[in-house]
């Protein structure tokens, strides 16, 4: 026997911010440690397969930089001076600041700061309980998906689409705005195996050549924010050559008519000024997908990062409904599955506590929340003390300087729950030790793919670190309010109850199963019963002033941004910084392979791979401004301005510049990240961080 034949295996789910939510089979050394992690085979979505940094866990795991004991700051705010404490001094000084500060200005004074750093719904969203129960300030939290769930919504009336296993029985495969290689790698498995066994086409799009791209059989590189033109010339060619399917066009859209006059004009000699693509390719593109009926069109999060992204995304999402493509298996199109789950989790987020008068706050904004801008604050008192869990705002949040310049403030008190010494950590006043996703129990929705996954405690944590759910408990007794329903339950008591209501079992039946399947039949999924408006049709007429969205902001923060201009039919539209003369380039906040998000920036591998802060940049726009790879060259706007060295890469057009992960602040020259460039502004209608959508000066150092 070897000794591989030796380790225990447990089952779980990767908690990362990522649409994939793979099924993993962990290797378990013993009680504490563990080896490699594997995709669990046995999933039909997973398949086997992972990201290589998930794979080396046990790097972030048993790092030896992991936060073991809380922390209080024992100098200025931001000079790294601290002291221990016990969890018991630590948690009874943020209690007794959150208490002193709603005494001077109310409980919307506390605002309760989290994302998506655990997917876990118990460790996640427990801390939206202690918000309600306290009538701290709501979280309206639009950083991820907001543009592009509202531009799929607006078309389809629901959060689903057709199974992405169907990809692999998929004619042709459009990846458009997601580099599924390094942020979805499960795409790429259902892609690759469709075209081994059926020789399928691979089209990706996206504004520079990605790894995705480079696996393509057909690879469009366009300027960002010009997605809804390349759309339209697409459908104005698949009108006009007789590819629309005239009878589904009839049956199950809203005015498809009104939509072929609108595309006249729409050619793709027109789409090719726009986007920088020649004729040929979009005419190419459209004969590809108008003569292939089974076309699945993979829709990535790439349409939440540009201010005009829901535009975008409708306007993508529009063609197979003109090829008719969502009437065959391995056609139509996928974004995300978030609405089918539809888990209870009244108790466990105490949403019985909501009072509907409080105020919600956008977690893009916190720039402007934190410097106590007007028109971000919606009439409310000043925060004054925050607890942050599950992000780092000062390393991923938009605006980095006047997140920082909340950050320091005197009067603001900031409590940090996390696994590592963060940019957020670094500037907080108490530091409190974060359990990771193999520490704890939790469970999981797919939102890339349609399975409940449970995620077990596997192993023990080091001595120090508690979990989400403690600290959220531990504060609830400390500030009165543990009493309520939903407070004094464990982990698994809350599982059981989410299971229970969706009529799964509970967490010790559920744990021999590991997940369930949750896809909805395939009438559902490909909309032949309708969509999901009252009328069941598609609607090429969004109705952005005010229609349904899954993440649409409350009543009291209104509509956002220009939503005045957003176009009745699929339309081009320019609510994106367009470069001008002070600032010719357009600059995308690409994600880096290694990295996720700022996770990962801080395991040895992952920053080996990566190598350094770098700014992607066309040789000829480099040979104009006298740079070469390696250089230092500057790039700003009226924001701010950072220093990275300069790589040439030809696979990008002119005028546009890439910068690749988010490194933290301290791995930057001076000290400042690539968010100092990127808009707090909240775009239409829903809100979002257009964080690829920046006009920029670039120039040597």
């Excluded at 004074?109 to 996640?124: D, E, K, N, S």
């Excluded at 309600?132 to 607006?154: E, P």
């Excluded at 989790?345 to 105490?350: I, K, R, S, T």
Aim: charge should be negative; glycine fraction near 10%; proline fraction near 6%.
């Amino acid at each position: 026997m070897n000794q591989h034949a030796k380790i225990r295996v447990g089952h779980s789910a990767c908690p990362h911010d990522c649409p994939s939510t793979c099924a993993l089979d962990v290797e378990l050394l013993d009680d504490k440690r563990i080896g490699r992690v594997h995709g669990a085979k046995d999933n039909s979505y997973t398949a086997g397969v992972i990201c290589a940094k998930v794979a080396r866990y046990a790097d972030r795991v048993h790092h030896p930089d992991r936060l073991l004991k809380p922390l209080i700051r024992a100098g200025a705010k931001g000079d790294g001076h601290w002291k221990e404490a016990s969890w018991e001094a630590a948690l009874d000084l943020v209690a007794e600041k959150f208490i002193a500060a709603e005494e001077k200005y109310g409980s919307e004074t506390v605002w309760p700061y989290f994302y998506a750093g655990t997917m876990g719904l118990v460790q996640r969203d427990g801390i939206e309980r202690l918000r309600h129960a306290k009538k701290y300030s709501g979280f309206f939290g639009s950083i991820c998906t907001n543009l592009a769930w509202t531009g799929y919504v607006m078309g389809t009336g629901a959060l689903r689409g057709s199974d992405p296993r169907e990809m692999g029985k998929s004619d042709c495969v459009v990846i458009w705005g997601t580099n599924a290689v390094v942020t979805q790698v499960n795409v790429m498995t259902h892609a690759i195996k469709a075209r081994k066994e059926r020789g399928t086409r691979i089209v990706v799009i996206d504004i520079y050549e990605t790894a995705t791209m480079k696996q393509a059989d057909m690879g469009l590189v366009l300027k960002p924010g010009t997605d809804a033109a390349l759309a339209c010339a697409v459908m104005h060619v698949l009108f006009r050559d007789g590819l629309a399917d005239r009878p589904y066009l009839e049956k199950y859209t809203d005015d498809p008519k009104g939509l072929e006059a609108h595309l006249r004009d729409r050619t793709p000699e027109w789409a090719a000024g726009i986007t920088g693509l020649s004729v040929d390719d979009i005419e190419a593109f459209a004969r590809l997908v108008g003569t292939t009926k089974k076309t699945f069109f993979r829709l990535g999060y790439g349409f939440s990062r540009q201010r005009n992204g829901s535009v975008n995304m409708h306007a993508a999402l529009s063609i197979p409904a003109v090829t008719g493509a969502w009437q065959h298996e391995g056609g139509g199109a996928f974004h995300s599955n978030s609405g089918i789950f539809k888990l209870n989790g009244e108790l466990l987020e105490g949403t019985k506590f909501r009072d509907p008068k409080i105020r919600y706050l956008d977690h893009s904004r916190i720039g402007p929340v934190l410097t106590g801008a007007e028109d971000a604050l919606y009439g409310g008192p000043p925060v004054t003390a925050l607890l942050v869990q599950n992000t780092n705002p000062m390393n991923v949040a938009p605006e980095q300087r006047l997140v920082r310049q909340g950050f320091l403030r005197d009067d603001l008190f900031a409590c940090v729950h996390e696994q590592f010494m963060t940019d957020t950590a670094k500037v907080a006043d108490v530091v409190l030790p974060a359990t990771m996703f193999l520490e704890h129990d939790d469970i999981y929705k797919g939102g890339g793919n349609q399975h409940i996954t449970l995620g077990p405690k596997l192993i023990d944590p080091p001595e120090g670190p508690g979990t989400n759910h403690y600290v959220i408990e531990e504060l609830g007794k400390r500030l009165g309010v543990a009493h309520l329903p939903g407070f004094g339950m464990t982990e698994r008591e809350h599982i059981d109850v989410i299971l229970t209501k969706k009529g799964l079992g509970d967490f010790a039946s559920f744990k021999d199963k590991k997940w369930a399947d949750m896809q909805p039949e395939f009438e559902d999924a490909h909309f032949l019963n309708g969509f999901g408006h009252p009328d069941g049709k598609f609607r090429f007429k969004p109705q952005w002033n005010g229609g349904s969205a899954p993440n649409k902001p409350p009543k009291s923060m209104g509509i956002f941004g220009p939503y005045q201009q957003l176009p009745e039919f699929p339309d081009h539209v320019d609510l994106i910084e367009v470069a001008d003369a002070e600032h010719p380039f357009r600059l995308a906040t690409s994600p880096a392979r290694n990295f996720l998000n700022s996770t990962f920036a801080e395991t040895p591998v992952s920053r080996e791979k990566e190598g350094r802060p770098e700014l992607l940049i066309h040789p000829e726009d480099a040979a104009a401004m006298g740079v070469s790879t390696g250089d230092r060259v500057e790039i700003g706007n009226t924001r701010g301005e950072v220093v990275l060295h300069a790589k040439l890469f030809d696979k990008i057009q002119r005028g546009v510049v890439i910068a690749e992960g988010i490194w933290p602040n301290s791995d930057h020259e001076r000290g400042e990240g690539i968010n100092v460039l990127t808009g707090a502004d909240a775009p239409a209608p829903y809100g979002g961080a257009a964080v690829h959508d920046n006009k920029v000066w670039v120039r040597a150092v």
